[in-house]
C-alpha cells in the first residue's frame, strides 16, 4: 500500500513554496509524516500540549508558523517538526506538497508537506508543545465506519463536525480535513464528510 500511496501522490507535484510578500495571511506549513510497514503505512500525529495558546490538547501535524530566516515553507515544516517532536530534516524524503489550506477560524494559509520517514526512531515530544506522539494506519482511515460526527459550541454557535477516534485520540477539523482531502486525492477513498 506504501508504494501505490507514493506514487498516487504525484497528483500534489512536490514543490517548495515561499509566502507571497504582498500576502496579507499569515503563513505555515505542517507535516504529514509517513513511515512503514510498506503493507500498512502509518501517518505520525501528535497531540499539542494543553499548555499552548492555540488548540490545546489537540490532535494536529507537527509544523508551525513560517519565519523569514526559512528558505521555504518545507523548511518550515521540518524546523518545525524538529523542534516539536526531534524530527532530523535528513530523515525525511519529501514527497509532495500539497494546496494551501486554511483551517476554520483562522486566517492562516497552511501548506501541507508529504514526507516519508525513511528510517525509523524514536521520536521524542517537547513537552512544553507536545504532550504525546502517535501513528494511525492508512488503511484505518480508509473505513468509512471509522468517521463519526459530535457537536462542539464555538464562540456562541453549535456545530457538526467529523471526526475519527483512535487509540485515545480524536482527529477532527482542519487535521482530518487534510487527511481526507490527501486520500481521496491519491487513493480514491470517496470519504465524504460534511
Known sequence: MLETLIQNLNIFPLSRPRPDPLSEATHAA???????????????????????????????????????SDNDL????????EE??????QSVWPLATMPQASPMHRKVAVTP?????QKDYALIPEPAEIAAIFHIPVSYLLH????GYFTAEHRGK?????????????????????????????????????
Open 144 to 147: 468509512v465506519n471509522n468517521y
Open 74 to 81: 518545507w523548511a518550515t515544516a521540518l524546523r518545525e517538526s
Open 30 to 68: 505542517v507535516l504529514i509524516l509517513l513511515s512503514g510497514p510498506v503493507n500498512d503505512p502509518v501517518i505520525r500525529l501528535t497531540q499539542r500540549s494543553r499548555y499552548v495558546s492555540h488548540h490545546p490538547g489537540e490532535v494536529a501535524f507537527p509544523g508551525g508558523m513560517w519565519e523569514e
Open 158 to 194: 453549535i456545530y457538526t463536525l467529523p471526526h475519527v477516534d483512535y487509540a485515545g485520540y480524536r482527529i477532527w477539523g482542519f487535521t482530518l480535513k487534510v487527511l481526507v482531502d490527501m486520500l481521496n486525492a491519491s487513493m480514491a477513498s470517496n470519504i465524504d464528510l460534511h
Open 84 to 89: 516539536e517532536i526531534g524530527l532530523k530534516a
Open 113 to 117: 508537506c508529504v514526507g516519508l520517514l
